[in-house]
């Protein structure tokens, strides 16, 4: 189906292991971004890439690796999962070309991850 | 960094009632969105602002860009049981380079419907 998909949508795993999280999108957006989602926090940024080889950091990349090697794919690492990592994590992805004014972003339906 | 604050943080109401929420900003915006997500899912796009003063309308659903560009507000009106979610501002400001496409959110509006 077209659209932006995340996989796994669940994962469990245990403090310490590297896991993870994909994000694939049929648009073409040149935009990518990645979120996690907390209770009292709303969402926050952890990366996001401008195209394909240009990352970049958001509000909290402590912990996190990101790669984009293709445009429809912005793969998160956890190197080292700690238990405050467990969060539900969206992609998303937005054209914000310069002079388009629509800026808007497409969300993914999220992966939920518990670190034990 | 830029900072939106979204109000209330969470509202309970009868079916049947209309719903007003607000987000405040520090800074100017020049696009303003509001999101909703339900349960176990993404957000979704429900209105996009452009302009300053704009006022638009999605159905049940009106949202306006604030005149100072530091706020805008969403109304629902005559709410029902499947109005029921995380209702999110998102904000885009003046930032350039490949900070282009970043957006900022508010922390969310928890919304119930009673029946």
């Known amino acids: 189906d077209a659209g932006i998909t995340q996989s796994p949508r669940y994962k469990i795993t245990e403090t310490g292991r590297q896991v993870t999280l994909m994000c694939h999108q049929t648009w073409s957006h040149s935009y990518m971004f990645w979120y996690r989602q907390d209770l009292g926090h709303g969402l926050r940024l952890i990366y996001y890439?401008?195209?394909?080889?240009?990352?970049d950091k958001g509000e909290v990349p402590d912990g996190y690796v990101v790669s984009r090697s293709k445009t429809e794919n912005f793969p998160l690492t956890l190197e080292s999962a700690t238990r405050s990592q467990t969060s539900v994590y969206f992609c998303?992805?937005?054209?914000?070309?310069?002079?388009?004014?629509?800026?808007?972003?497409?969300f993914g339906a999220g992966t939920r991850l518990s670190v034990l | 960094g830029q900072q939106l604050n979204q109000s209330p943080q969470s509202m309970f109401i009868q079916e049947g009632e209309d719903v007003s929420m607000n987000c405040t900003s520090s800074s100017i915006f020049n696009t303003w969105l509001w999101y909703k997500q339900d349960p176990g899912e993404g957000p979704v796009l429900l209105i996009a602002l452009y302009k300053a003063g704009e006022l638009t309308s999605n159905g049940r659903l009106t949202a306006q860009f604030g005149i100072t560009r530091k706020d805008s507000f969403l109304n629902i009106s005559a709410s029902i049981p499947s109005d029921v979610g995380i209702y999110f501002c998102a904000g885009q400001g003046n930032a350039g380079g490949t900070s282009y496409g970043k957006l900022t959110f508010g922390q969310g509006t928890i919304l119930t419907v009673h029946p």
């Open positions: 890439s401008a195209a394909a080889d240009i990352t």
């Open positions: 998303a992805s937005s054209e914000s070309k310069r002079g388009l004014v629509k800026n808007i972003q497409y």
